[in-house]
């Protein structure tokens, strides 16, 4: 809901919301330019030697104003004619014009109506209104995505437009508040929508029908300091019943021409001293260095709205159209998808298409939508869940069990929940099963079993559909082709080959980076960014599914590197380790934010047997800073897979690797990766307690290995591997 509440807003009033930005932010120069560019008078000066100054060069002076940079300017009459100059306060002695800046005048008049008069004023005020809303729903976006108020400068990982806009927001969104809160305060006073808190006093009735006291003698003159004068209008010439009109900052007075005395004053009222706050923080007048923040916080605007259609298509592109979609308080069935790299969007559009057909009314939308409140006509509520890494929520179901849990209303309509995963990994549909858990718990009915689709296999999705269909009283027969994810070719540029002694053929493959297109550095899709770490499918030749290998490079490397070791029988595997230099295959980057080593200088204790290192590799090539890595590295014989073994001196030298422990399964000698852990126990030991990172990539055998050995080693400091994990200090990519 904060989502809409934050998108539609900004894409309608983008236009508006630039020329409100760019024009405000050209005005916020004006008051500092004003202010460095005119005469100051010196501390102490009074009004009344200011004005007996400016009175000496112009006797026929009418009115003297000072502007809030401190500018003074001079109006008055010279034999019927009208001048005006800006006034040095050490003379009296005009200095320079006191014509209004066309072009400030003309942002102005931009600024504030697009030169449409009072309807012109009315669409600004509507832009404002906009971007208030923008900002406070922007904030509590920015929150979210950060993990609340606290880590509001957390660092972000994702698409370069998605970071950018956050980013900006973070710096900007406090001057959006206050600028847009404080332009709509101004708008309802130009239209008498405020209270009107005049004080101006009444003008006197009675003076002493004299003329010409000395500007010297008038007491209340010489108390008042330059530095509070707003204006001083003089009697006009020959009316002995006029007067002098004082307006400081503390209120505005009448002075009797013949005697100089105080006729009557009143101070500003609050209403007026709080609508000239708001003024001052909206125009910069008199807070120079804040009108210059607020410029440049304004300057934001229109690079956010860049961004946040960028963020917009992007996300248009990520899951498909859906023809006919209703409106969730209509529909009778409820699809929820949770999705992570856009796969399972595919199967729902599949389910949609097929219940549309048999005649039912459907809606589908993210899990992280779920409300409810707003299903008035749900018959039913269908969930297709993916899993994202070791059985966390997906990109689009991210609070979606908070909402279950705190749902407070009796469930009336069966829930039925389908898991996405792939059995090859040991948290196989995880999430989906949290979420049936989660909804047993809350005394949901069952619509159905919960179901698995292993590997996006079309056969598991239709058999799970005949049984929903028996259960819905309706013939389903789902027919799902995989939509394949938006692919590029990469060409191999270098192999080295290892392995081949000891019967586990295994290949470093290097390949060349994509030409990368405009729409892809904006958006962050394809390689335009990856961390070492992160995963490449490869769609093999004769499959629609993908193979998964964890990265070894990142992209300030200048290459795309994959460990793969060929697997009797393997498809994927068996392509890749048979490519030549100048050979393509087609492939996808899919990010693993889980699996990173973070920043920071607690040392890393990278743990990995086999093709595991591939990662770990890549962690220590882009140790520029010298952080402390330790390495434990199995392989079966030194001599035939002690993958990287070449650069690993070199990084030794460099500082990028500090330790390097191996360990060897085949010879005179054999023992794993484990067996060195517990080797080293007292320093492992040790380093955890000083809150060293550990990562864990390899086989399934192999980390639960590890996970053994480290709960050997760390039950004497009352430590755990699943207390490590709870705090972020111990992750695992295990295959």
Request: aromatic share 8%.
């Amino acid at each position: 809901m904060i989502r809409a509440f934050h998108r539609w807003p900004g894409l309608v009033a983008l236009v508006l919301l630039t020329i409100l930005s760019l024009s405000g932010a050209a005005l916020s120069v004006f008051p500092a330019v004003e202010r460095l560019g005119a005469p100051q008078a010196e501390a102490g000066l009074s009004v009344a030697t200011l004005a007996e100054r400016i009175e000496t060069a112009y006797p026929g002076v009418e009115q003297i104003r000072r502007a809030p940079s401190g500018r003074i300017t001079a109006y008055w009459f010279d034999e019927g004619r009208p001048g005006a100059a800006v006034i040095d306060p050490a003379t009296g002695q005009g200095v320079a014009s006191a014509d209004p800046n066309q072009v400030q005048r003309w942002l102005t008049n931009l600024h504030r109506s697009l030169f449409l008069g009072d309807g012109g004023r009315i669409a600004m005020a509507a832009g404002a209104a906009a971007m208030l809303v923008l900002a406070l729903s922007g904030a509590v976006l920015v929150a979210r995505r950060a993990g609340g108020w606290r880590r509001w400068f957390a660092r972000l990982r994702g698409p370069l437009a998605g970071r950018v806009h956050v980013e900006i927001a973070r710096i900007a969104v406090l001057g959006l508040l206050l600028s847009s809160a404080t332009a709509l305060w101004m708008t309802g006073s130009t239209f008498d929508l405020l209270l009107d808190g005049d004080s101006t006093p009444a003008f006197p009735t009675e003076v002493s029908g004299e003329m010409g006291v000395s500007l010297a003698r008038m007491a209340t003159l010489r108390e008042t300091p330059v530095a509070e004068l707003r204006a001083l209008s003089f009697p006009y010439q020959g009316d002995a019943t006029d007067v002098f009109t004082l307006t400081t900052d503390r209120g505005t007075g009448y002075l009797d021409q013949g005697n100089g005395a105080l006729l009557a004053w009143a101070d500003l009222s609050g209403w007026e001293q709080v609508s000239e706050t708001i003024y001052m923080l909206h125009t910069g007048q008199g807070a120079t260095l804040l009108g210059l923040i607020l410029g440049v916080m304004a300057l934001g605007v229109p690079a956010m709205g860049a961004t946040g259609v960028l963020i917009w298509l992007a996300g248009r592109r990520g899951r498909p159209r859906i023809r006919g979609n209703q409106p969730a308080g209509r529909a009778e069935t409820i699809v929820l998808v949770g999705s992570e790299g856009g796969s399972t969007w595919g199967f729902a559009a599949t389910l949609h298409a097929a219940l549309t057909g048999a005649g039912q009314s459907v809606h589908v939308g993210p899990m992280s939508g779920f409300a409810p409140g707003r299903y008035a006509s749900a018959r039913r509520i269908i969930v297709l869940a993916a899993t994202y890494g070791d059985g966390a929520a997906p990109a689009s179901a991210k609070g979606f069990l908070d909402r279950l849990n705190d749902a407070d209303c009796t469930p009336e309509v069966p829930f039925a929940v389908l898991g996405f995963g792939d059995r090859n990994f040991p948290a196989y549909c995880a999430f989906a099963k949290a979420v049936a858990a989660g909804a047993e718990a809350k005394g949901w009915a069952e619509l159905v079993p919960p179901g698995t689709i292993d590997r996006q296999s079309p056969q598991d999705f239709a058999r799970w559909g005949r049984a929903l269909g028996q259960a819905m009283g309706v013939a389903l027969e789902l027919s799902h082709q995989p939509v394949l994810p938006k692919t590029e070719a990469l060409t191999l540029v270098s192999r080295r080959d290892y392995g081949a002694e000891v019967q586990a053929p295994t290949a470093i493959l290097r390949f060349a980076l994509p030409r990368a297109t405009l729409w892809q550095r904006l958006s962050g899709a394809g390689f335009v960014r990856f961390d070492a770490g992160d995963l490449i499918g490869i769609l093999p030749e004769g499959s629609a599914v993908a193979r998964f290998y964890s990265l070894a490079s990142a992209r300030r490397d200048g290459f795309i590197e994959i460990v793969v070791k060929k697997h009797p029988g393997g498809l994927c595997s068996g392509q890749l380790t048979a490519l030549e230099p100048g050979d393509t295959v087609t492939a996808f980057l899919r990010r693993n934010p889980g699996f990173q080593p973070g920043r920071g200088r607690a040392p890393l204790i990278l743990i990995g047997a086999g093709t595991g290192i591939g990662p770990l590799a890549g962690f220590i090539r882009g140790n520029a800073r010298g952080r402390p890595v330790h390495l434990f590295f199995g392989m079966r014989h030194a001599g035939s897979d002690f993958f990287y073994g070449e650069e690993m001196g070199g990084w030794q030298a460099e500082g990028r690797l500090t330790r390097l422990v191996t360990a060897t399964s085949r010879g005179a000698r054999p023992h794993y990766v484990q067996d060195a852990l517990r080797n080293e126990a007292a320093q492992l030991a040790h380093l955890i307690r000083e809150g060293a990172r550990v990562m864990v990539c390899g086989g399934r055998g192999m980390a639960t290995g590890v996970a053994e050995a480290l709960a050997e080693i760390l039950e004497p400091s009352g430590l755990t591997p699943a207390m490590l994990k709870a705090e972020g200090r111990y992750v695992e990519d295990v295959y």
